[in-house]
Nanobody
Framework: QVQLVESGGGLVQAGGSLRLSCVGS????????MGWFRQAPGKEREFVAA????????EYAASVKGRFIISRDNAKNTVYLQVNSLKPEDTAVHYC?????????????????WGQGTQVTVSS
């Protein structure tokens, strides 16, 4: 089973950008659909983006579409989330997750492997 470790979070001013990375261990990384989720204090975990096994198909939450870009490099066992035009409401712990589902899905219940999260804080 793959294990996931996120990095790249930090403190950034509104309008800024960050690149989040999630590295998976093991040789089966490319067999998983990968997703990014986030959770702000006092709120439920919400879907951000997902990408198919090959990277050819992606899905985004309406709140981030046009600002965030999900991508993956299976040779490096890594999935990325480029976060642009950041807003204070993007402040949250961002998690990557893996699922054996056949296509990108937004439901957190379908993901059974999670990383520890990386904090993104956007100041106004």
């Amino acid at each position: 089973q793959v294990q996931l470790v996120e990095s790249g979070g930090g403190l950034v001013q509104a309008g800024g950008s960050l690149r989040l990375s999630c590295v998976g261990s093991g040789r089966t990384f490319s067999s998983y659909v990968m997703g990014w989720f986030r959770q702000a204090p006092g709120k439920e975990r919400e879907f951000v983006a997902a990408i198919s096994r090959s990277g050819g198909n992606t899905e985004y939450a309406a709140s981030v579409k046009g600002r965030f870009i999900i991508s993956r490099d299976n040779a490096k066992n890594t999935v990325y989330l480029q976060v642009n035009s950041l807003k204070p409401e993007d402040t949250a712990v961002h998690y990557c997750a893996a699922t054996a589902a056949l296509t990108p899905t937004s439901g957190p219940r379908w993901y059974d492997i999670w990383g520890q999260g990386t904090q993104v804080t956007v100041s106004s």
